[in-house]
């Protein structure tokens, strides 16, 4: 029997995926291993392979499915990392409970203010963490802790524990009475809200179209409902300051296409040097120039496409008054009673032609 009809009885025999078996094989598993029921990826070896009581394990992931420990296969390898066996490492719970709660503070070195938090972690653990979610930007508030460690460097900031209880439910009462003990609450301090529990923030008040709203969570309520979008686009609109987007244009609606606007912009061009449709000596009303909805409204549309936005008296400059949508034919008579030369002095040959016939 050949080699390929062997190994296809075998998978038939066991029950396996022939070609998922070949292309174990294919990708450089032995045949011993491909052949395994149930073997899977996570058994190869890897750079996280680890020894625990004597065992030899091809990576981590598969250790902790192994043994299934309390802790994460990540806390795991940060506390091998730092020094702790194996065995100590995978037998460690990570939240012991409230029989080691500790409230510490957080100072910055710098500035003196400070942040004051519970934690039944170890300390040292609880600090990385701060480190791991001010690089994340887990909370991006300007007035956090994360934020000033991110500004100032972690070596700006000192940690160290101010009090421990061993009594179920007294941690949270510890922080809420440190945190009015040490003043650490915003603005004075780093903490955002009065203690006692895990997440909120103190409520800041602020203002939307001339209305105050005493938390920024009724005013991203308030957007959402007077703009008809969903709480997460009123929350990005109210942190970027832009309560009012206004929507694209659809196509072939868009305002710097429309006649009225390239007109609108020819004016900047008029009184630059640098363009070539530079006027010497012709000034624009600056209501004007600053401002094309304020221009729009006090010379309307143009009344046809062959149209144009010209001076009448072309001796003046566009200002109110001496300003109209004119077609071709009416802005060359308007240049003729001006007595006004075209093109840079040069006068076209049907200029000339009409001033002779009068």
Same mark, same amino acid.
């Given at each position: %029997? ?14 396996? +995926? ?25 058994? $190869? +070896?890897?750079?996280?392979? &680890?020894?625990?009581? /004597?065992?030899?394990? *091809?990576? #981590? ?7 299934? *420990? ?23 719970? =990570?939240? =012991?409970?409230?029989?080691?709660? #500790?409230?510490? @503070? ?5 500035? /003196? ?7 039944? %972690?170890?300390? !040292? ?9 001010? !690089?994340?930007?887990? #909370? ?23 009090? @421990?209880? +061993? ?40 203002? &939307? ?30 942190? $970027?300051?832009? #309560? ?12 710097? $296409? ?14 630059? =040097? ?28 143009? *009344? ?15 200002? =109110? ?7 071709? $034919? ?27 016939? @009068?």
């Amino acid at each position: %029997m050949r080699k390929k009809d062997s190994l296809k009885e075998e998978c038939r025999r066991r029950g396996l +995926n022939y070609w998922r078996v070949q292309k174990r094989i294919y990708n450089g598993m032995s045949r011993e291993k491909a052949l395994q029921h149930g073997y899977v990826r996570g058994q $190869k +070896n890897t750079a996280t392979a &680890i020894t625990v009581h /004597g065992i030899r394990y *091809p990576n #981590i992931a598969e250790a902790v499915r192994e043994l299934k *420990p309390k802790a994460s296969a990540t806390s795991i390898l940060r506390w091998i990392r730092k020094g702790m066996s194996p065995e100590d490492a995978f037998a460690k719970d =990570p939240k =012991p409970g409230f029989a080691n709660g #500790i409230i510490y @503070k957080v100072t910055q070195l710098s500035t /003196g203010r400070l942040y004051v938090g519970q934690t039944v %972690m170890e300390l !040292d653990d609880r600090w990385q963490k701060h480190c791991e979610d001010a !690089d994340k930007g887990t #909370i991006s508030s300007e007035d956090s802790l994360h934020h000033a460690m991110r500004e100032s460097g972690k070596g700006d900031f000192r940690i160290e524990p101010i009090a @421990k209880t +061993n009594r179920p439910g007294e941690l949270g009462a510890l922080e809420i009475r440190w945190i009015d003990k040490l003043r650490t609450l915003y603005p004075d301090g780093f903490n955002l809200n009065r203690g006692g529990s895990s997440g909120g923030s103190l409520k800041q008040p602020v203002d &939307i179209d001339g209305k105050r709203f005493d938390s920024h969570g009724a005013g991203v309520k308030y957007i959402s409902e007077t703009r008809g979008i969903s709480i997460s686009a009123a929350k990005k609109r109210l942190e $970027k300051g832009r #309560i009012d987007v206004k929507k694209p244009a659809k196509p072939g609606e868009s305002r710097v $296409k429309s006649k009225e606007y390239k007109a609108w912009s020819l004016l900047k061009d008029y009184t630059s =040097p640098a363009s070539k449709a530079y006027l010497p000596g012709v000034d624009v009303h600056p209501a004007w120039r600053e401002d094309f909805d304020v221009w729009l409204g006090e010379v309307g549309t143009a *009344p046809t496409p062959q149209h144009r936005f010209v001076r009448i008296d072309k001796r003046l400059g566009f200002v =109110p008054g001496n300003c109209a949508w004119m077609t071709s $034919k009416e802005d060359t008579s308007a240049r003729l009673r001006s007595g006004q030369k075209l093109f840079n002095g040069v006068q076209p040959r049907h200029v000339l032609a009409a001033r002779a016939s @009068k």
